[in-house]
């Protein structure tokens, strides 16, 4: 082990005791800066203590010409800091990691009690929101068989649990989401439809004409009566439901038939109708339901 010299001149001095012995001097206030032209290995504790003053005060009187000269150091010579910043870190690191794990046993609730203070503030907001983010994200990258496979475990384990969360999220995405509601409504409609009917699908209900849900409310909204929002959305009286004009079970319909498929759930098909009017409607097939049903088939065939 490397030994240093005390202030008898004697190297007997671990690097733990010599800096000691420094930090004596420096808080004793017995001592004047001075510079020393000697390094730490051949100066005595009193001598590196006053060269540490030196350097302290030559700091403060020339900091910000000391800090840029620092920094253009570091541009012209990149690869150098680094390792200089490196060597610092491991040379320090035991006694910066002893320092912070006494501070924090000394002022543990005090900190615990800053901590949550903080995260009580940040909590919700779109920083913190960020950060966990990427925070979860990071974690996933590295860890995402892991993740995979405990998530797996867990609903193996907690199935019927799970199942009613999914089920009680969904009814509530759905109320608090027209955009959700209205693609699921018409996702069950077809599917309904198509069991009935002993047919398959062919293509996405989301997939007819337009790109989003998005746009498919859009135009809904565009042919909106007197009355009619979202919210009064539903299947009862005094609400309106979405018609599909020419009826998925009308007659004359095949949902065997791509085109028919096509026709049927092509956004044009569809329109906002009060519910007691779509109830009377029914199944009925009117002569414009027909001729927009054909109009779609041939569409459907010139595009294929």
């Known amino acids: 082990m490397k030994k240093f010299l005390n202030d008898s001149g004697k190297r007997v001095l671990a690097e733990e005791q010599f800096d000691e012995a420094v930090t004596k001097w420096v808080v004793s206030g017995g001592i004047e800066a001075r510079r020393f032209r000697k390094g730490k290995a051949n100066a005595k504790p009193s001598e590196w203590a006053k060269m540490k003053l030196f350097a302290k005060k030559r700091y403060a009187d020339n900091r910000e010409l000391l800090s840029e000269r620092k920094r253009e150091e570091r541009k012209r010579n ?48 779109d920083i913190q929101k960020e950060r966990d983010k990427k925070r979860h994200r990071k974690y996933y990258d590295a860890n995402s068989e892991k993740v995979i496979g405990r998530t797996r475990q867990y609903d193996i384990e907690n199935h019927e649990k799970q199942q009613a969360y999914r089920t009680r999220y969904a009814r509530e995405r759905r109320k608090a989401d027209p955009a959700m509601r209205l693609a699921g409504n018409l996702r069950g409609r077809l599917s309904r439809a198509l069991r009935m009917s002993g047919s398959r699908k062919h293509q996405s209900a989301m997939e007819f004409g337009l790109p989003t849900i998005q746009d498919l409310m859009s135009y809904l909204e565009s042919l909106f009566e007197t009355g009619m929002n979202w919210s009064n959305r539903g299947n009862e009286e005094g609400c309106w439901e979405v018609d599909h004009i020419m009826p998925l079970q009308g007659e004359g319909v095949d949902l065997n038939e791509p085109s028919h498929q096509y026709a049927l759930c092509h956004y044009s098909n569809l329109q906002p109708l009060w519910f007691e009017d779509n109830r009377e409607k029914r199944d009925q097939v009117t002569p414009e339901a027909r001729r927009l049903f054909n109009k779609l088939k041939k569409e459907f065939e010139k595009e294929k």
């Open 78 to 125: 990149p690869e150098k800091a680094r390792e200089l910043d490196r060597k610092n870190y491991y040379r320090k690191r035991d006694k910066k990691l002893a320092t912070k794990k006494s501070h924090y046993e000394n002022n543990r609730e005090k900190l615990k009690k800053k901590q949550r203070e903080y995260n009580a503030r940040m909590s919700g907001t």
